[in-house]
């Protein structure tokens, strides 16, 4: 998903939860506030091109076993990942100093995006005849099961039941007044923000889980 640093900086009290949340904002909304500027110790510039290069990140992930991907199914998967992201909803919670560590509540509404994607596609394949079958390669089958993904947001929905992940913002080893989230809390973070189970090739009905206390970080900020 989200990787980032920031760079640290003197000046007022770090605030671990406007960090947090300008981390969210620029690499899920790209939307760049003063504060994650000033964080980062980048311009709108930078934040953009930081953006942009999750975004690949992301798709040669969700690529990395298969073989010859075009670079239309790529695109396709990035324009999933956008909609995805835009549409996540979060707000910070409390936020604790552990004598400088902190702890950071984000609360969380999982989006349901992936339900009913593969399995109509499945279907649909199934009920035609082997000649017909023979002319959708599985990239055309991939294409379309996304399509379905980005249909499904055209109508919102998520869980109505809130989820809180706590993540941990630290200081960086070595680096004075630099602060950063743990890439493993980050992708907690991340798979509390959204469903998956079908689009993982399980079809039970994970959109319910909890995640409270779940232990989490994101990427480095400055104090």
């Keep these: 998903m989200i990787s980032v640093t920031a760079c640290g900086q003197s000046g007022p009290a770090f605030d671990a939860g406007t ?14 506030s003063e504060e994650y500027l000033k964080y980062s110790d980048s311009t709108e510039d930078e934040a953009k091109q930081a953006y942009e290069d999750s975004l690949d990140a992301d798709v040669e992930a969700l690529i990395s076993e298969s073989d010859n991907v075009s670079t239309a199914l790529k695109k396709k998967y990035r324009d999933m990942f ?68 980005i249909n499904n947001m055209k109508t919102l929905e998520y869980d109505e039941t809130p989820l809180d992940v706590t993540i941990t913002v630290a200081p960086v080893e070595n680096k004075k007044d630099q602060y950063a989230i743990d890439s493993e809390d980050y992708q907690r973070l991340y798979a509390a923000m959204m469903d ?13 889980e909890s995640t409270d206390s779940t232990e989490a970080t994101a990427p480095p900020a400055a104090n």
């Design 19 to 32: 960090y947090t949340k300008g981390c969210l904002d620029a690499f899920l909304k790209k939307t760049f």
């Design 82 to 149: 956008v909609q995805i992201y835009k549409n996540m909803k979060y707000e910070i919670g409390n936020v604790k100093d552990n004598k400088g560590t902190y702890s950071v509540t984000v609360k969380t509404h999982r989006l349901i995006v992936f339900k009913n994607t593969i399995g109509p596609v499945e279907d649909y394949y199934a009920s035609l005849s082997s000649k017909k079958q023979k002319k959708y390669t599985e990239e055309k089958l991939q294409m379309m099961i996304v399509d379905n993904v």
């Design 196 to 208: 998956g189970s079908e689009w993982a090739g399980d079809d039970s009905d994970d959109s319910a």
